[in-house]
């Protein structure tokens, strides 16, 4: 084998026939044969770190920022904030003759509490749009400014909308039956009485056709 090399072949590619190794049948080895000194070997060197620097004025900053940013969130988990208040709202349920109480933070609609405790109450819209959920306040306090639905006269009168109203005081109230508080609001437009007929207008009407 060292006859098939010359020294101009050092350090390339050279095709070895297959019967001069122990290789499968009909098959070409290549080696490739490395000039002893042509390749120095590397020295395996453990990788350096560069040297740590000074923090710079904008940097220590930005620490500090952050830092006390994470100390007042901090504050916030461990409750040395003002707490939410909570009230107590009882909703008497007319129509099911059923009562129910809930504790209602003054920051949540009283719907979405009661539906959260289990307590399923009447309602259609969720956006204080129709009058499903209408309650009358017995006692209490609440504010609706969300509630489109009912006519400021009605929240006057003491009405109120459970899906956006959200408790003040301990309050309590009561539902209403399916549209009460609909037809106050809306039936003297639906209600005019019986219509007299025109047959002057409806003969016009024809003769325009």
């Given at each position: ?128 749009c129709c009058t499903a959920c209408a309650v009358r306040v017995i006692s209490g306090e609440l504010v609706q400014p969300r509630a489109l639905g009912i006519s400021q006269e009605l929240k006057e009168k003491g009405y109120a909308l459970l899906c956006v109203g959200i408790p003040l005081s ?40």
């Open positions: 084998m060292a006859s098939l090399l010359s020294s101009s072949l050092q350090g390339t590619l050279l095709k070895i026939p297959a019967g001069s190794v122990s290789a499968p049948p009909s098959r070409t080895l290549t080696a490739v044969v490395a000039h002893s000194g042509a390749f120095p070997a590397r020295k395996q060197t453990a990788a350096r770190r560069p040297l740590s620097t000074p923090l710079r004025a904008s940097e220590l900053t930005a620490i500090d920022t952050f830092t006390s940013e994470l100390e007042e969130l901090e504050g916030m988990v461990d409750g040395e904030y003002e707490e939410v208040p909570v009230h107590t709202v009882t909703v008497h349920d007319r129509v099911r003759g059923t009562t129910y109480t809930v504790e209602v933070p003054q920051d949540q609609y009283i719907l979405q509490t009661a539906e959260e405790e289990g307590i399923k109450l009447p309602f259609a819209c969720r956006h204080g301990d309050l309590e109230v009561e539902t209403q039956d399916e549209d009460e508080v609909y037809w106050q609001q809306f039936g003297k437009y639906f209600a005019r009485g019986p219509i007299e007929r025109d047959d002057y207008a409806l003969e016009l009407a024809m003769q325009d056709e």
